[in-house]
């Protein structure tokens, strides 16, 4: 009988036991490496998925900031964009090609829209701005005074009150007389020796014979307050005046009726003194100095020496009685601009006459001081005549008062009266948004420099050092502290103000030359606003500080105003602090290091290449002339002005890279502040950037004066400033679709100049 299945037969059989274990470590391998492949592939859908994912994201984000940049062509509605669309609109002359004449396009109805009184040789942007800061300081010297206010503040403005109405009193000038001005020059009379009379001429700020200024020793020690000894000022501007017959006969002929009016006063000692050997005095003088061009040069006019030396060189003074009189601390060391100057000087002291010497020093305040004497008083008659001819202004035309006397207080109390004004008339957003201006348009220069071939890494090192090194100091200065009334005060304690203008102006000429000695011996005043005072309409660049300067006069309409848009604020105030930060590279800046001494840190080849390009600016300039108003060509002299050129291209280009750099790399924030003005959307930002920037310079200038100006001033005319800045720069171009060969207003290839 068989088995009983159930007691015999397993279930499943008999099986053995290590192929079973290896039938299944198969079998999970295999689903192993089915689990592992269908991961593999879902990773890689993931980062396909990612991946797309992101080009929908960034096509999102191109089309978010696309969108975003439609607010570009949005027009800017607020009251301040209004006004000032509505002043540029103004100013334009719309039937003029930009590509042909830049200024004239910009500013051409501004021209159109003004002329220059009958009292005055030019009429500016400026001037506009004069005018806002004379408002706001006659407002503050005339309003009575707050009881309320601390009584530090109450006795500063009473000082400005004095002196303001001072020199508002006209009728009381007149009654005065000639009497301040004659005293004066008794004074002078009676001092025994030609040294003691240059000395006291000197310590009013006279600059008779040669002028003495306190500055750094730029060759060793940048900020020990040095006496720097330069050329005399003059009746007439420079040499060539005195070389014109014409003029040289029409100044004899004003200096003989000042010295005459002086002998009809009392003054016997200058009795029989030939007005033409006085003349004769100053054109020996004028011939003897430096060109503009050599006195704008730092390296030919650093002289040092100790006073020992210059004693040696001009034995014909008493040093130490000059000392003595001027300066509480002997020198250590002293700068002369031109020993050559100096030594004719002491040849001309030696061999002139003791009563032509008198007769050039009375002279002298009778042409200075003779503008502080009442309008109708005999003695002031030369002096304005004088100015009348110098500046081309027709004669018996009275200045207004009120602007005159603002101006007047502002130089001679500048940081009481800066204390107010910035009080007054600066809003607070101006000084933070001026500096961020300013440190956009230094990080601008940096990347600029690291994009031009011609600088080898060494120069270029310590370009980066020194650009780096750019202090800004912006509307005020640090000392004094105009946020202290007690600090102000103190300034000016020994500075006393009486109700005689004449004293007035006096007494201020002596306070600053004391203030200036009282450095001597010690270091220069480090947290000065340069040589700027607060209601100043100007900046500057200060190579001894390796410092930029903007006084808050300047940060106003058409320079700035804190809710414009920002292609304009570059435009404007971002042209004049890229200005002023390209002085530290500009032929002459470039000279001095980060430390601000005089100091070679440039190489061979870089300085040859910089050199052959401002050869390039100066041969386009020295094309340039205007008309004398007889009918002749009077020519820039571009050797003189190559610092201001060079300074004006740059400042423009780094202003303009600086604020499209922020544009192209800018949000929705950015566009908000780059909107459009109202009727005067069919132009771009660029193109109004352009705009703003050649509106500052609209002037109108009397012939005269422009010949003046060429041969004194180191700036050239403002035509040339905006059209020869704007004609070497290839974004302008652009902007304004000029063509090469076609428009006047585009330079390229070898005609194009390109430093900064």
Not at 424 to 450: C, D, G, H, M, Y
């Amino acid at each position: 009988m068989p088995p009983n299945s159930s007691d015999r037969t397993p279930l499943l059989g008999e099986v053995d036991e290590s192929h079973t274990q290896r039938g299944t470590l198969s079998r999970a391998r295999a689903r192993l490496s089915q689990i592992e492949h269908a991961s593999s592939l879902s990773i890689r859908d993931i980062v396909l998925m990612l991946a797309c994912l992101a080009l929908v994201i960034l096509g999102l984000c191109i089309l978010i900031k696309y969108d975003d940049r439609r607010i570009l062509q949005e027009i800017c509605i607020t009251r301040d964009c209004v006004k000032t669309a509505s002043r540029l609109l103004s100013a334009l002359d719309e039937s003029v090609d930009p590509c042909d004449d830049f200024y004239a396009f910009a500013t051409g109805g501004w021209q159109k829209s003004h002329t220059i009184p009958t009292n005055k040789s030019e009429v500016s942007v400026f001037d506009d701005v004069s005018l806002e800061v004379e408002r706001v300081v006659h407002d503050l010297a005339t309003r009575p005074i707050d009881p309320k206010l601390p009584s530090g503040d109450q006795d500063n403005l009473a000082k400005l009150h004095t002196w303001y109405t001072a020199c508002l009193d006209v009728d009381a000038q007149n009654t005065q007389g000639e009497q301040p001005l004659v005293a004066v020059v008794h004074e002078l009379m009676r001092l025994p020796t030609h040294t003691s009379q240059l000395a006291w001429m000197h310590a009013h700020a006279l600059d008779t014979w040669f002028q003495v200024s306190i500055s750094g020793d730029p060759g060793s020690a940048p900020r020990s307050a040095t006496p720097f000894f330069a050329s005399a000022s003059l009746g007439l501007p420079d040499k060539s005046y005195y070389a014109n017959n014409k003029t040289a006969k029409k100044y004899t002929e004003l200096v003989d009726a000042g010295l005459q009016r002086l002998v009809d006063a009392g003054i016997s000692s200058l009795r029989g003194v030939q007005a033409s050997h006085v003349v004769e005095l100053e054109t020996a003088l004028a011939n003897a100095a430096p060109s503009a061009a050599e006195s704008n040069d730092p390296i030919a006019t650093y002289h040092p020496m100790a006073p020992e030396e210059l004693a040696l060189q001009v034995p014909s003074i008493d040093w130490p009685t000059y000392w003595a009189t001027l300066s509480p601390v002997h020198p250590s060391r002293v700068i002369l601009a031109s020993p050559s100057y100096m030594r004719a000087v002491d040849a001309l002291l030696s061999s002139t006459s003791e009563h032509v010497r008198l007769a050039y020093a009375a002279w002298t305040l009778v042409r200075t001081m003779g503008l502080s004497l009442g309008p109708h008083v005999p003695l002031r008659q030369p002096a304005e005549r004088l100015y009348h001819m110098v500046h081309g202004v027709a004669s018996k035309v009275r200045e207004k008062r009120e602007p005159l006397c603002a101006a007047s207080a502002s130089a001679s109390l500048g940081h009481l009266v800066g204390r107010y004004y910035v009080q007054e008339a600066l809003p607070t957003p101006s000084v933070p948004q001026v500096a961020r201006i300013a440190e956009a348009i230094r990080s601008a220069f940096l990347r600029r420099l690291f994009d031009l071939p011609w600088l080898d890494a060494k120069t270029k090192r310590a370009a980066v050092a020194k650009a780096s090194a750019i202090s800004f100091r912006i509307a005020q200065p640090q000392t004094p502290d105009l946020l202290q009334a007690s600090d102000i005060a103190a300034w000016y304690s020994d500075l006393n103000v009486t109700h005689s203008l004449f004293d007035n102006e006096w007494r201020a000429q002596a306070w600053r030359v004391h203030k200036a000695y009282s450095y001597v011996g010690g270091e220069l005043n480090r947290g000065a606003l340069g040589n700027l005072v607060p209601t100043d309409v100007k900046a500057e660049y200060v190579p001894a500080f390796n410092e930029m300067d903007l006084a808050a006069g300047i940060l106003q309409p058409p320079f700035f105003d804190a809710n414009w848009p920002m292609y304009l604020k570059f435009g404007a105030i971002g042209s004049i602090a890229g200005h002023e930060l390209s002085h530290a590279f500009d032929p002459h800046g470039r000279l001095y290091n980060s430390q601000g001494l005089l100091s070679d840190w440039w190489t061979n080849a870089t300085a040859h290449a910089f050199v052959e390009q401002q050869k390039c600016i100066e041969r386009q300039y020295a094309e340039y002339w205007v008309d004398d108003g007889h009918g002749h060509r009077e020519y820039v002299d571009s050797r003189f002005t190559v610092g201001e050129d060079v300074a004006d291209a740059a400042g423009i280009a780094q202003s303009f890279r600086a604020w499209k750099h922020i544009l192209d790399n800018g949000g929705i924030r950015i566009f908000e502040q780059n909107q459009l003005l109202p009727g005067l959307a069919h132009y771009t930002q660029e193109q109004l950037f352009f705009v703003a920037f050649a509106h500052l310079w609209a002037s109108l200038v009397r012939p005269a004066e422009q010949v003046r100006r060429i041969r004194t001033d180191p700036h050239s005319p403002a035509r040339f400033r905006v059209n020869g800045a704007l004609s070497n720069m290839p974004s302008f171009a652009e902007a304004f679709g000029c063509k090469p060969r076609h428009h006047p207003m585009v330079r390229s290839g070898r005609n194009r100049c390109d430093i900064w």
